[in-house]
């Protein structure tokens, strides 16, 4: 009786013991999606990595993203699907690696993660331009995804592997995607683009572009010009005021009050805001980057 009592004991303490471990197992994204924008803003290339979940995935997540080395990251965070001012900035821990950096955080609110940085990896030999990204596939992904973004005068795009999904936009962008890939933990895939371009001007939207993805939207530049008239309107009340007094006359209570002239807000970057699967026509290609 003490011998099966004692078993049982042995077999439920490895029981529990094996119960967390699995419990916490990190969850495998449904996709893993990349986006490479080059000569956007300051003529860098925005590196764009994000990763969704499918809905039924409980949170909170923990995410960890692999980042080429010579990638400066500049934000991480959270896509809620509303503005770019909603998404939600995520603390983020950066732990160097021989090859590449692993880029580890939280999602609580959203099953849609992002990370964007900067890097420096575009070659320019007159018009010629060449873009060559050696990814190595880090962590697990039910599927991969590639798009790159075309530059605005730009002519005889070429993609390897070659894209599959070309696509445009009503906002003045115009994305090509490769199809979906499947690629183990460690397998390696290269992505390289030319194209020619005349002009080294930095290529964005077609809307004024005032706003760093992920970011805030900045203030507005009409506020110092409507704080001048209102200081304007008050002097020349004053100045009525004054006037009025020096001629024995009343002031009345009735007289049309100076109106504050709405501040007109900057529009926003264009950034995809939607969620999975709910693409429209005004929506750039893959369900992260906008």
Do not use: C
Not at 14 to 20: M, N, R
């Amino acid at each position: 009786m003490n011998k099966t009592l004692i078993l049982f004991l042995i077999v439920m303490m490895a029981v529990f013991a094996v119960t967390p471990a699995a419990a916490l197992a990190a969850p495998i994204p449904d996709e893993l999606h990349i986006s490479l924008w080059p000569e956007y803003d300051d003529n860098q290339v925005l590196f764009l990595e994000g990763v969704r979940f499918s809905d039924n995935t409980p949170l909170p997540i923990e995410v960890k993203m692999a980042v080429p080395k010579g990638m400066t990251v500049i934000w991480v965070g959270e896509l809620l699907g509303g503005e770019a001012a909603q998404d939600v900035e995520a603390t983020h821990k950066t732990n160097p690696k021989d090859d590449y950096d692993e880029v580890v955080f939280t999602l609580t609110k959203s099953r849609i993660g992002q990370l964007e940085a900067q890097w420096a990896g575009l070659k320019v030999d007159g018009k010629a331009r060449e873009l060559n990204l050696e990814w190595v596939q880090r962590y697990g992904a039910k599927q991969v995804t590639f798009d790159f973004r075309v530059p605005t005068q730009t002519s005889d795009v070429k993609m390897s592997p070659p894209a599959s999904t070309p696509g445009g936009s009503t906002k003045g962008e115009e994305f090509i995607s490769v199809a979906p890939m499947k690629l183990a933990v460690g397998q390696k895939q290269n992505f390289t683009i030319t194209y020619q371009r005349s002009t080294n001007a930095p290529s964005v939207s077609e809307q004024p572009a005032q706003q760093q993805p992920g970011t805030p939207a900045g203030k507005s530049t009409t506020s110092s010009a409507a704080i001048a008239i209102i200081v304007f309107a008050v002097i020349a009340v004053a100045m009525l005021t004054v006037y009025k007094m020096h001629n024995v006359q009343p002031v009345t209570q009735d007289e049309p009050k100076q109106q504050r002239p709405p501040a007109r807000k900057k529009p926003a970057r264009d950034r995809e805001e939607v969620g999975p699967n709910e693409l429209s026509d005004d929506d750039e290609q893959g369900p992260f980057f906008d």
